[in-house]
């Protein structure tokens, strides 16, 4: 059962950069945030990236986007990250507005969605950005195979599916980092095959503050090797037959 505590208290742009002293430079980044909130705003009559309400945006993306890169970089001090399943650029595009000397790829299959990245990177000057209009089981064959760093995904698939999504983006000692809500118990007990088969193992389950998401935690998985051969397979495998 989820014990979570929702928070109560209103929470806006303001909020962000004392939320998260440990980022430098907020008179940078935060209107950073405040222009991609815009242009996604723009967008959204040609391209829905979110059913999140805009007056409930800056916490539910931005902050949580923040409170991911801020328990990832507890454990990890940087390198190359790819977000799989980007969408609106949450959170990758709020992690390179943050990070700008960061590799930053986003990995999205929908081609309007991957052209809405683009154009999103471009009028935010962020140059650290790739955008991979594939799905994440073709990019895992691709460049990026055992490369990142730090592998992200949020709201895109239960765990045992997830991983094998994933998992193959990562470099050997590279971490795995995904927002997870009440089911995490439920995902983590039929996800031993899959971290077995891609040679994972969990490194943490790190709580997120109430006070800036309503989702419970984050967790970190540790990929130990180079992907095997047979990993990722081709595309629907993952989600029609999860390890």
């Excluded at 928070?7 to 440990?22: E, H, I, K, R």
Aim: proline share 9%; net charge negative; hydrophobic share 45%.
């Amino acid at each position: 059962m989820n014990t979570h505590p929702v928070a109560t208290v209103n929470f806006g742009w303001p909020d962000l950069p004392s939320q998260f002293p440990s980022f430098p430079r907020p008179e940078r980044w935060l209107p950073l945030l405040q222009h991609h909130a815009e242009l996604v705003e723009a967008a959204a009559g040609r391209v829905r990236v979110s059913a999140v309400l805009p007056e409930d945006a800056v916490r539910r993306q931005y902050a949580e986007s923040l409170e991911l890169l801020r328990i990832v970089r507890e454990h990890t001090a940087g390198g190359p990250l790819a977000d799989v399943g980007s969408g609106g650029g949450f959170p990758g595009l709020v992690i390179a507005a943050v990070e700008p000397d960061l590799e930053v790829h986003l990995v999205e299959p929908l081609q309007k969605r991957a052209r809405l990245l683009e154009e999103l990177a471009a009028a935010m000057d962020l140059p650290n950005v790739r955008v991979h209009a594939v799905r994440a089981e073709e990019a895992g064959r691709r460049e990026l195979r055992d490369r990142c760093a730090v592998v992200t995904a949020r709201a895109v698939a239960a765990l045992r599916e997830l991983l094998e999504y994933t998992a193959p983006l990562a470099a050997p000692g590279g971490q795995l980092a995904f927002p997870k809500g009440s089911a995490l118990d439920e995902e983590l007990a039929e996800a031993g095959g899959a971290l077995a088969a891609l040679g994972c193992e969990v490194v943490v389950r790190a709580a997120m503050r109430p006070e800036v998401s309503d989702t419970p935690s984050v967790l970190l998985v540790r990929k130990l090797g180079e992907t095997p051969a047979a990993y990722p397979r081709r595309p629907g495998m993952p989600a029609k037959r999860p390890l």
